[in-house]
């Protein structure tokens, strides 16, 4: 399976503990992004990396909201004393470099905060 | 700032005939890039088509078209023979390129129930 895959694909936490989800892009993409989804919402951009670089962030993301891209391949966000705001679905996206290629999205994961 | 408008919640469509899921969008920008989405209930985003601002001809795959108005700002999409497959939400999104990133801004989407 060579498309984008996130783990894990689920999650249930208690107010106030700490998620990482990691997202595994197209090898060949250089372009990753963020996206969070609640019920009845299109997807919302959270952040964008360029390789390793994390180019640019939502205000949306707030400073308990940390992502990363070491070495430009897999891609983590941490989200650190989680409210129940947080429940919804993450998606991670990815594509190559150009001005209309499509972005690739995987699956997601979905946050339950209880 | 980006948005997009997609202003039927739900709609129904018998198999095998047409159906148009409305998109309006608002930008400033005058290089921009419009894509629809799919997503079924398994919850994975899939690519379906996508138009450029500059673009003449109105784009087409497969069984997807798009009716681009860029005057009236609308990229509506046209499902020709539609499939109980179809159903699932589908989202209309502007590709906003100024800042380098690329990102999408998305509409709420629409419901598509296929009845056979």
């Known amino acids: 399976d060579t498309g984008v895959s996130q783990d894990p694909r689920h999650k249930i936490t208690k107010r106030g503990q700490n998620v990482t989800f990691r997202c595994d892009p197209i090898?060949?993409?250089?372009?990753l992004y963020w996206y969070r989804q609640t019920l009845g919402q299109g997807p919302e951009f959270l952040t964008y990396?360029?390789?390793?670089?994390?180019?640019?962030k939502s205000r949306l993301l707030s400073d308990r909201f940390s992502a990363e891209r070491p070495k430009g391949s897999f891609s983590t966000l941490e989200i650190q004393r989680t409210e129940q705001g947080d429940s919804a679905m993450y998606l991670c996206?990815?594509?190559?470099?150009?001005?209309?290629?499509?972005?690739?999205f995987g699956q997601g994961t979905r946050l339950t905060v209880v | 700032a980006q948005k997009i408008t997609q202003t039927q919640p739900g709609m129904f469509v018998q198999e095998k005939e047409a159906v148009t899921l409305d998109c309006t969008y608002d930008?400033?920008?005058?290089?921009?890039?419009l894509f629809w989405y799919k997503q079924p209930s398994s919850g994975e985003m899939i690519f379906l088509i996508y138009?450029?601002?500059?673009?003449?001809q109105n784009a087409t795959e497969g069984r997807y078209s798009l009716n681009f108005q860029k005057a009236r700002k609308s990229a509506n999409l046209v499902i020709s023979a539609s499939q109980l497959g179809d159903s699932a939400m589908y989202f209309c999104?502007?590709?906003?390129?100024?800042?380098?990133?690329?990102?999408?801004?998305f509409g709420k989407g629409t419901k598509l129930s296929v009845i056979p």
């Open positions: 930008t400033s920008d005058q290089s921009y890039g």
């Open positions: 996206a990815s594509s190559s470099f150009g001005a209309s290629t499509e972005a690739f």
């Open positions: 138009q450029g601002s500059y673009d003449e």
């Open positions: 990396f360029q390789n390793e670089a994390q180019l640019e």
């Open positions: 999104a502007l590709q906003y390129s100024g800042a380098g990133s690329y990102q999408l801004t």
């Open positions: 090898s060949e993409h250089n372009r």
